[in-house]
């Protein structure tokens, strides 16, 4: 199943979190994956600042399995509204955002996310 996986799930995953097995199912065939460029930013300057850059590179290679989907001026007018409609922040509007373009659901387990349309939330 396609789907976009917030950066808390990947970070779950990667440190073998206590949500760790819920995430497993969505980030185990990374060809799956819908990612967001501003996700890949996120988490090569999360993973550079506890693991090493070389450690960040190896996340990045993963994330390039899935579908890379860019910021382009659709995306940015898609996440400007969502932000206005859900008043979300930039790089969480951009996110889901994401996902309603490609119409796969956001899994994720921030609250802020937790009563939208097309989100998966798995609760901490």
Known sequence: MKCVVDTCGWIEWLTEG????AYEPYLKNPENLIVP???????????CRVKGE????????????GMVDLLDTSLALMASDA???HKLAMADALVYASALKHRVPLVTSDKHFVDLPQVKYIKK
Not at 18 to 21: N, P, T, V
Not at 37 to 46: A, D, F, M, P, R
């Open 18 to 21: 206590s949500l760790r097995a």
């Open 37 to 47: 460029t501003i996700i890949q930013y996120e988490l090569y300057k999360w993973v």
């Open 54 to 65: 070389t450690t960040a590179n190896e996340v990045i290679a993963i994330t390039q399995q």
């Open 83 to 85: 932000s206005l409609q």
